[in-house]
T-cell receptor, first 112, second 117 residues
Framework: SQQGEEDPQALSIQEGENATMNCSYK?????LQWYRQNSGRGLVHLIL?????REKHSGRLRVTLDTSKKSSSLLITASRAADTASYFC????????????FGKGTMLLVSP | NAGVTQTPKFQVLKTGQSMTLQCAQD?????MSWYRQDPGMGLRLIHY???????DQGEVPNGYNVSRSTTEDFPLRLLSAAPSQTSVYFC????????????????FGPGTRLTVT
């Protein structure tokens, strides 16, 4: 069953703009992860935020986590055409390995 | 390092045929998993392994078998292919660096696109 749900399902922006994607989940978590998938490729890990963290940065990425609302957001600043991809959140409920569950993803299109 | 490799990249099967999807990793990761990705469904876990000789079922295990005889390899067997198994299959490996069972970042292979007619 899907634990995470991304919102929006699709997002279209211009280069240079910021892109924000949201993820909501249902049960308590040990950590939450964001992945990127370029068309026809495997997923690539972007960032992991633990349940006791509220915000994390990595380059142009900023992730926030609100465990009281069971939600997370991924912000990509100054988007580039190369950021065009699908973005997935994945949650680890902490009840044993490989209970990592993925949402359905947000498709991001960045136009030059 | 090659990371996680998968073969074949593409495969077409007829209903009832069997085949094995290969997965190998050279990062000495203990943990390995198989997912399937269907349009609009995200990734769903099929089977996973926490070490050589240890496997367990995920969310959608029916119709698939796995074994883990070495740390490096984790093949996925389709016993009798059905059209419902048409999907893209991803293998992933992972590690735990703090001795807990927490699931950390997963390294994915490039995928196998399987069509069952």
């Amino acid at each position: 069953s899907q634990q995470g749900e991304e919102d929006p399902q699709a997002l279209s922006i211009q280069e240079g703009e910021n892109a924000t994607m949201n993820c909501s989940y249902k049960t308590s978590i040990n950590n939450l992860q964001w992945y990127r998938q370029n068309s026809g490729r495997g997923l690539v890990h972007l960032i992991l935020i633990r349940s006791n963290e509220r915000e994390k940065h990595s380059g142009r990425l900023r992730v926030t986590l609100d465990t009281s609302k069971k939600s997370s957001s991924l912000l990509i600043t100054a988007s580039r055409a190369a950021d065009t991809a699908s973005y997935f959140c994945a949650t680890d409920p902490g009840s044993g390995y490989s209970t990592l569950t993925f949402g359905k993803g947000t498709m991001l299109l960045v136009s030059p | 390092n090659a990371g996680v490799t998968q073969t074949p990249k593409f495969q077409v099967l007829k209903t009832g045929q069997s085949m094995t999807l290969q997965c190998a990793q050279d990062m000495n990761h203990e943990y390995m998993s198989w997912y399937r990705q269907d349009p609009g469904m995200g990734l769903r876990l099929i089977h996973y392994s926490v070490g050589a000789g240890i496997t367990d079922q995920g969310e959608v295990p029916n119709g698939y078998n796995v074994s883990r005889s070495t740390t490096e390899d984790f093949p996925l067997r389709l016993l009798s292919a059905a059209p419902s198994q048409t999907s893209v299959y991803f293998c992933a490996s992972s590690y735990s660096n703090d001795g807990t069972w927490a699931t950390y970042e997963q390294y994915f292979g490039p995928g196998t696109r399987l069509t069952v007619t």
